[in-house]
């Protein structure tokens, strides 16, 4: 076969087949019956606006390690996640495509994909969550450059070059693609709007938005990156040594959530910048529930995750954060000592200074008597 070493996919996917009768949303939240009769190296519409093809990128873009963290993933999923890298990307740009299975049920959901040219297996012998994961595959990754994605993604025609090149311009730029829908039920891959920026409320709970009105009617080339308060979070690619420098994450946040926050404010409050960059797509499978189990319940990591983010980079304006999402008062969040040193070392800017600068869209919420910050 195209992959030698003997990897046998059709095996590796028979192995995992949904029994008869079996409710195929029950394991993964996602439809696995219609995952599972696509191919591996099916085709997608490429989505992109029609001025990219003919941009032209550097002929010596660094190579990346893609790192991909997973618990419990569909094998069909992960398979084409893995295969749509390998057969949309030039070969001299992948240095490696690193899997951290986080404590996954069947350790040979992972080892298997080993035979697959590039392909490494790091496996948790605990579940750590989706953060420490991708630190643990960063800490191993040998390009200069970093790439995460999730397990369900399809990366679409040329989607590593034009994120590639805006960080080999810059290091201290965090892109990231615009993000397809795959249909959790389907499975038909669909073009997300190129006007979309990340966005969030008080609470921490993150949204899609509208760019705004002035810089859409100011972007008159449709190629150029869109500056984004914040990044979704499971596709992007980082600097190595940028992502070193600024504190990688934040290692005491558990399973899932609040580190796109996190990061995106010490990014922007620590010199760094984010975009979307348009001519890259990404299709990722988004789904209405989490398949997977939280060992201290969903309510309560988020809180916690969110919460040490407020504490560490949100100054006075922590105080919106608990109105917002008073279940949060007095619970427990851990030390974050380390954090605001580290911050402190690297003379960050102000809570106030991103607001002004990077997202002064978010206004303060009506305070009744005690006014505005
Ligand atoms: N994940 C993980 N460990 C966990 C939870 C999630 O490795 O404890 C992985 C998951 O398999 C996926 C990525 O982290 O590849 C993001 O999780 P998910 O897709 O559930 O989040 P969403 O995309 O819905 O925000
Ligand atoms: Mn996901």
Known sequence: ELWGRGFDEKAYLAAKQLKAGEDPYRQHAFNQLESDKLSPDRAIRDTRHYSCPSVSYSADLPATSVIITFHNEARSTLLRTVKSVLNRTPASLIQEIILVDDFSSDPEDCLLLTRIPKVKCLRNDRREGLIRSRVRGADVATAAVLTFLDSHCEVNTEWLQPMLQRVK?????????IIDVISL?????????????????????????????EQKIARTDPTKPIRTPVIAGGIFVIDKSWFNHLGKYDAQMDIWGGENFELSFRVWMCGGSLEIVPCSRVGHVFRKRHPYNFPEGNALTYIRNTKRTAEVWMDEYKQYYYEARPSAIGKAFGSVATRIEQRKKMNCKSFRWYLDNVYPELTSPQLGQSGSL
Do not use: C, M
């Not at 311009?169 to 693609?177: A, C, F, I, K, L």
């Open 185 to 213: 039920d389907n499975f038909a891959y669909l073009a997300a709007s190129a006007d979309l920026r990340g966005g969030f409320d008080w609470s921490l709970h993150f949204k899609w938005e509208q760019i705004p009105l």
């Open 169 to 177: 311009e810059d290091h201290t730029r965090v892109v990231s693609p």
